[in-house]
Every structure is written in structure tokens, then in C-alpha cells.
């Protein structure tokens, strides 16, 4: 067992290629492969509203509203689930601006988040 910390793999794309690449490419636990880590449910309610900490709530949308996170976003929460008592915190920020630069940038490249259809 590592004493020394955790080597995180993180798989980026749709929810649905991440899954897709995860089953593919890596065993799960039980046949001697990676273990499997998620977000904590106060992460996961957090991003279920409208808090200002969470910066990547961006151009995607989805049904459920904390699968519109980034990639990015969701690696910064989980590696700050990973340090509690403020280990991170000065990462976490550096992250969190560096998620507010991919955020102009898509807007500037996409435009605007557009409205989810049957919210006018």
C-alpha cells in the first residue's frame, strides 16, 4: 500500500467517453487494477447551486447540474477533497485562475453559455 500519497489519472472528455476509456483501458479494484475516487457529497452539492468558489460551471450543459463541471474544475475540487485543512489552498487558487483564463477563452471562442432548450 503507498504511504506516501496517491497517483491521480485523469480521464478528460464527455461523461460518456470518460466511461467508455475507463472500462476500456483500466481494470477496476477488485481485479488488481486502479481504485476508483470521487468527489466528496459537500463537493457534490456545492456544485449543485450557484457557488461563487466553483469556477467551472461554463459552456456545458447537462440535465443534471453537477456534470456541467470542467475537467479541470473537477480535478481542482478533488485534489482539495484530497488536502484537508488547507494544504491546498493556495494550489486550489492558482487552479481556480487559471479556470477563470479557460473560461474567457471559451467564451471568446464559443460565445455565450446558451439557454438550456425549454428555459424561456
Given at each position: 500500500s503507498r504511504q506516501n500519497g496517491w497517483d491521480v489519472i485523469v480521464i478528460d472528455g464527455t461523461w460518456q467517453q470518460a466511461r467508455k476509456m475507463h472500462s476500456k483501458y483500466f481494470p477496476d479494484?477488485?481485479?488488481a487494477g486502479?481504485?476508483?475516487v470521487q468527489l466528496?457529497?459537500?463537493v457534490v452539492e456545492l456544485l449543485g447551486g450557484d457557488d461563487g468558489e466553483i469556477k467551472g460551471h461554463q459552456l456545458?450543459?447537462?440535465p443534471t447540474k453537477w456534470r456541467e463541471i470542467?475537467?479541470?474544475e473537477a480535478t481542482r475540487l478533488l485534489l482539495k477533497d484530497m488536502h484537508p485543512g488547507g494544504q491546498f489552498d493556495?494550489?486550489?487558487a492558482a487552479m481556480s485562475q487559471y479556470q477563470e483564463i479557460l473560461n474567457a477563452a471559451a467564451r471568446r471562442q464559443l460565445g455565450p453559455p446558451r439557454?438550456?432548450?425549454g428555459s424561456k
Open positions: 479494484a477488485s481485479n486502479l481504485h476508483r466528496s457529497s459537500n456545458r450543459r447537462h470542467s475537467t479541470h493556495e494550489q486550489s439557454e438550456k432548450e
